[in-house]
């Protein structure tokens, strides 16, 4: 899939909210798949720094669409579970998550996703997830 194409499925199918993030499709080459989030005051907590919560929804969107882009097209997932961890203070103009399919399945994908920020490449968090396949 091209990154357009995910782009238009982010667009059709995801909540109002999810498209308040302003996710960016950057690239999507077998089964890795990078979004961009820019940080906004929207995402800050005390701090300034990114909240815990957007960085969650990052990487679950990421990972979601990095599981239609393995499949090809658009289907119908479920998140069973997302397991994140926390690394360091997330700063800067934007947030990259890069995300990719550890294992599909007919029934359950698993993905592991890395986020660091644009500017200094350091890496503020990891997440790992499973999916299913609802369709």
Same mark, same amino acid.
């Given at each position: 899939?091209? @990154? +357009?194409?995910?782009?238009?499925?982010?667009?059709? /199918?995801?909540?109002?909210?999810?498209?308040?993030? +302003?996710?960016?499709?950057?690239?999507?080459?077998?089964?890795?798949?990078?979004?961009?989030? @820019? /940080?906004?005051?929207?995402? !800050?907590?005390?701090?300034?720094?990114?909240?815990?919560?957007?960085?969650?929804?990052?990487? +679950?969107?990421?990972? %979601?669409?990095?599981?239609? !882009?393995?499949?090809?097209?658009?289907?119908?997932?479920? *998140?069973? +579970?997302? /397991?994140?961890?926390?690394?360091? !203070?997330? =700063?800067? @103009?934007?947030?990259?998550? *890069?995300?990719?399919? %550890?294992?599909?399945?007919?029934?359950?994908? #698993?993905?592991? !996703?890395?986020?660091?920020?644009?500017?200094?490449?350091?890496?503020?968090? *990891?997440? *790992?997830? =499973? #999916?299913?396949?609802?369709?």
């Amino acid at each position: 899939m091209t @990154p +357009d194409a995910l782009h238009r499925i982010l667009a059709e /199918n995801f909540a109002p909210w999810v498209q308040a993030l +302003d996710l960016e499709v950057v690239s999507c080459e077998g089964s890795r798949t990078v979004i961009r989030m @820019p /940080n906004s005051p929207n995402l !800050a907590r005390v701090g300034g720094i990114v909240s815990g919560q957007a960085l969650m929804a990052l990487a +679950d969107t990421a990972m %979601v669409l990095g599981a239609m !882009a393995h499949a090809g097209q658009m289907v119908p997932l479920a *998140t069973t +579970d997302l /397991n994140t961890q926390f690394l360091r !203070a997330a =700063s800067g @103009p934007a947030i990259l998550c *890069t995300a990719e399919v %550890v294992k599909p399945g007919r029934a359950l994908t #698993f993905s592991r !996703a890395e986020m660091t920020e644009e500017d200094s490449g350091k890496l503020v968090a *990891t997440a *790992t997830a =499973s #999916f299913f396949l609802a369709g």
